[in-house]
């Protein structure tokens, strides 16, 4: 069970005030009625803030996102998550209105690929076949053979052609984890993600003294002095699986603060402990948390903003999202 000093303890990593319960209402109370007369459906990341969670009709990772987004029949499709995300959303709709909170919402991974500098490394080696994590800009897909998420790279990679050379975008910690899991030998890109590699071997080892029964669940694009001291290594919703299966009653996180809220609601009067960043009082993503509730309200009152790509982006961008949610429906039916 939480207790109150369980509660004081986890409330030192929530940067902002909840929003007073009267606003919250009547907000919540306006995206319901938007969603209604827009015929729309609101999907939202396990990094998202717990208003916007708790109002979602779909709340996952990457993975379940873009599936859900491939098979939505709602006209409107309203995108809690960063930038990238929503270009997915739209990439595999074109027909459909796309829009988010925060256009400004982007991703350090994102910004590590730039277009031509990927084109660039390509041109050095015809036989490269470009597996891509799908934290990237639409002219990144674009240039991709095929797209993977932390909870398929695994396969996306056993299941890439023998004789081509593999080059791995952009997160070279993803990328070593998966050359750990799969035993391909990889060219990897030098990108990470600015929030997951603050923490630290010190941290976690800090923290197990304190909890020294508790199980260490960790995102792949932690690092590997992180992820050498995990039980379990998986993209979010993995993570609610492990936590749901495990019998211990505490566990440590090291991913983003907002899977904090997911994982509580999902295993009621498990402990979930966040694991301490060195540098910052806090493991949120910035992007993640640009988003709010009234920042949801707004863009579905004036269906702004839309995330827009050029045809031929959307075109080439699709061929290899659709390959990678092939390769994954096909492992999931194999396995069972
Ligand atoms: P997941 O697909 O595991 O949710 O990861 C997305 C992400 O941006 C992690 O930082
Ligand atoms: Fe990008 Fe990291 Fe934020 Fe995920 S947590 S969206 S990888 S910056």
Same mark, same amino acid.
């Given at each position: #069970?939480?207790?109150?000093?369980?509660? !004081?303890?986890?409330?030192?990593?929530?940067?902002?005030?909840?929003?007073?319960?009267?606003?919250?209402?009547?907000?919540?109370?306006?995206?319901?009625?938007? /969603?209604?007369?827009?015929?729309?459906?609101?999907? &939202?990341?396990?990094?998202? %803030?717990?208003?916007?969670?708790?109002?979602?009709?779909?709340?996952?990772?990457?993975?379940?996102?873009?599936?859900?987004?491939? =098979?939505?029949?709602?006209?409107?499709?309203?995108?809690?998550?960063?930038?990238?995300?929503?270009?997915?959303? =739209?990439?595999?709709?074109?027909? /459909?209105? %796309?829009?988010?909170?925060?256009?400004? &919402?982007?991703?350090?991974?994102? @910004?590590?690929?730039?277009?031509?500098?990927?084109?660039?490394?390509?041109?050095?080696?015809?036989?490269?076949?470009?597996?891509?994590?799908?934290?990237?800009?639409?002219?990144? /897909?674009?240039?991709?053979? %095929?797209?993977?998420?932390?909870?398929?790279?695994?396969?996306?990679?056993?299941?890439?052609? /023998? +004789?081509?050379?593999?080059?791995?975008?952009?997160?070279?910690? *993803?990328?070593?984890?998966? #050359?750990?899991?799969?035993?391909?030998?990889?060219?990897?890109?030098?990108?990470?993600?600015?929030?997951?590699?603050?923490?630290?071997?010190?941290?976690?080892?800090?923290?197990?003294?304190?909890?020294?029964?508790?199980?260490?669940?960790?995102?792949? @694009?932690?690092? !590997?002095?992180?992820?050498?001291?995990?039980?379990?290594?998986?993209?979010?919703?993995?993570?609610?699986?492990?936590?749901?299966?495990?019998?211990?009653? &505490?566990?440590?996180?090291?991913? +983003?603060?907002?899977?904090?809220?997911? *994982?509580?609601?999902?295993?009621?009067?498990?402990?979930?402990?966040?694991?301490?960043?060195?540098?910052? !009082?806090?493991?949120?993503? =910035?992007?993640?948390?640009?988003?709010?509730? +009234?920042?949801?309200?707004?863009?579905?009152?004036?269906?702004?903003? !839309? %995330?827009?790509?050029?045809?031929?982006?959307? @075109?080439?961008?699709?061929?290899?999202? @659709?390959?990678?949610?092939?390769?994954?429906?096909?492992?999931?039916?194999?396995?069972?």
């Amino acid at each position: #069970m939480i207790d109150m000093t369980d509660a !004081r303890r986890d409330a030192d990593f929530v940067t902002r005030a909840p929003l007073p319960p009267e606003r919250l209402d009547a907000l919540s109370r306006d995206i319901l009625a938007l /969603k209604h007369r827009l015929n729309a459906v609101i999907l &939202a990341h396990n990094y998202q %803030v717990p208003e916007i969670q708790d109002i979602a009709d779909f709340v996952g990772d990457s993975l379940g996102l873009s599936r859900q987004a491939a =098979k939505t029949e709602a006209e409107v499709i309203v995108f809690c998550g960063v930038h990238f995300m929503a270009e997915t959303a =739209k990439i595999l709709n074109p027909d /459909k209105t %796309v829009i988010l909170p925060d256009k400004d &919402a982007g991703c350090s991974l994102e @910004e590590s690929c730039p277009a031509a500098k990927l084109q660039a490394l390509q041109a050095t080696n015809p036989n490269f076949y470009t597996v891509t994590y799908i934290n990237c800009s639409a002219e990144v /897909k674009a240039l991709s053979d %095929v797209i993977c998420t932390s909870g398929n790279a695994v396969k996306i990679v056993n299941a890439a052609p /023998k +004789e081509r050379d593999l080059l791995f975008v952009p997160d070279e910690n *993803l990328g070593a984890w998966v #050359m750990e899991q799969t035993g391909r030998k990889m060219t990897l890109w030098r990108g990470a993600c600015y929030a997951h590699v603050e923490f630290t071997h010190a941290g976690v080892t800090r923290i197990r003294r304190e909890f020294p029964a508790a199980p260490l669940v960790a995102h792949p @694009e932690c690092t !590997r002095a992180v992820r050498l001291l995990a039980d379990e290594i998986c993209s979010t919703e993995k993570m609610v699986d492990y936590c749901r299966r495990s019998a211990a009653q &505490a566990i440590l996180i090291a991913t +983003e603060a907002g899977m904090i809220h997911r *994982l509580r609601k999902e295993c009621p009067g498990k402990r979930f402990i966040p694991v301490p960043v060195e540098n910052c !009082r806090c493991n949120e993503c =910035k992007f993640m948390k640009m988003n709010t509730l +009234e920042k949801l309200h707004d863009c579905m009152a004036g269906l702004s903003p !839309r %995330v827009e790509l050029r045809p031929d982006i959307i @075109e080439r961008a699709r061929q290899p999202i @659709e390959r990678m949610l092939r390769i994954s429906s096909q492992a999931m039916a194999n396995a069972g």
